[in-house]
């Protein structure tokens, strides 16, 4: 599997994902001392959720795509932005314009499906001396006294043999993320700054239902599976009082700067 799995639902993947805090791209441009006018490599831009936050910073940015619907979403989405481009490849195929070099490589919830043995030196290569690397992760996690909904509905996980070991989200202090050292190990970058953010959205069964339609996991069950799971989660939360959830992301940012 690979990010392009995205690529059967991305009309309604634009519209159910989450956009990203704002200080997400405040840190990326204060980390990486990214003024307007910076030149940006866009990494997995999907149907350019981050883009737009991008280039509203002054920022030309060059988002490559492998996907065919998502980049076609994505430069549907995106055309009134004169300074965005959307290209499809892949980040490790995709040859730049000869002489051009970029003042940051910007991933937010894609650089997972990079290889690293290829990303990290064709990160590197892309960028100016001071250039950097800024990845973006997205967490599921229940803080203290958040909606046991997750933990619950955990056991009709089990029941279609896809659980998850962890028996629910973790608390936001219990994610260790190995993406840091991934990236201080790979030899071409600094050990990054790391900053972390926890927000909530509250959906109806019909919207939670909607987003987990565009989680890779999901897309890959068997219609069964989603059946069973989907109606599960429909009755547990139209027999609430108050008929939603309210799930936490944790977004953790890493800006690291070329060796």
Do not use: C
């Not at 956009?19 to 999907?46: H, Q, S, T």
């Not at 900053?195 to 999901?218: E, K, N, Q």
């Not at 059946?227 to 800006?255: C, M, S």
């Amino acid at each position: 599997m690979d990010g392009t799995v995205f690529d059967s639902v991305a009309e309604l993947y634009d519209r159910v994902r989450p956009r990203y805090p704002d200080g997400v791209f405040d840190d990326v441009a204060a980390l990486g001392r990214l003024g307007p006018g910076a030149r940006i490599v866009e990494v997995g831009p999907a149907t350019g959720q981050a883009t737009r936050a991008l280039a509203r910073r002054g920022w030309s940015v060059t988002a490559i795509e492998p996907g065919a619907s998502l980049a076609a979403t994505a430069a549907e989405r995106l055309a009134d932005l004169p300074d965005v481009a959307i290209e499809r490849s892949r980040f490790e195929d995709w040859d730049p314009p000869e002489g051009v070099a970029y003042d940051a490589v910007f991933a937010a919830t894609s650089w997972h499906w990079v290889d690293p043995v290829r990303g990290y030196p064709k990160a590197a290569g892309l960028l100016r001396p001071e250039g950097v690397l800024a990845v973006v992760t997205t967490h599921h996690v229940l803080p203290a006294g958040g909606d046991r909904f997750f933990v619950e509905i955990q056991e009709v996980y089990d029941e279609i043999e896809e659980s998850d070991p962890r028996s629910g989200p973790p608390e936001p202090d219990a994610v260790t993320d190995p993406l840091g050292a991934e990236i201080a190990d790979s030899g071409w970058f600094e050990p990054p700054e790391i900053r972390r953010y926890v927000w909530s959205r509250t959906y109806t069964a019909d919207d939670y239902i909607d987003v987990l339609r565009t989680y890779s996991g999901h897309i890959v069950m068997t219609d069964a599976q989603r059946d069973r799971l989907f109606g599960a989660i429909r009755e547990r939360i139209g027999h609430r009082a108050q008929p939603t959830v309210e799930k936490h992301y944790l977004n953790i940012v890493h800006v690291a700067r070329r060796r």
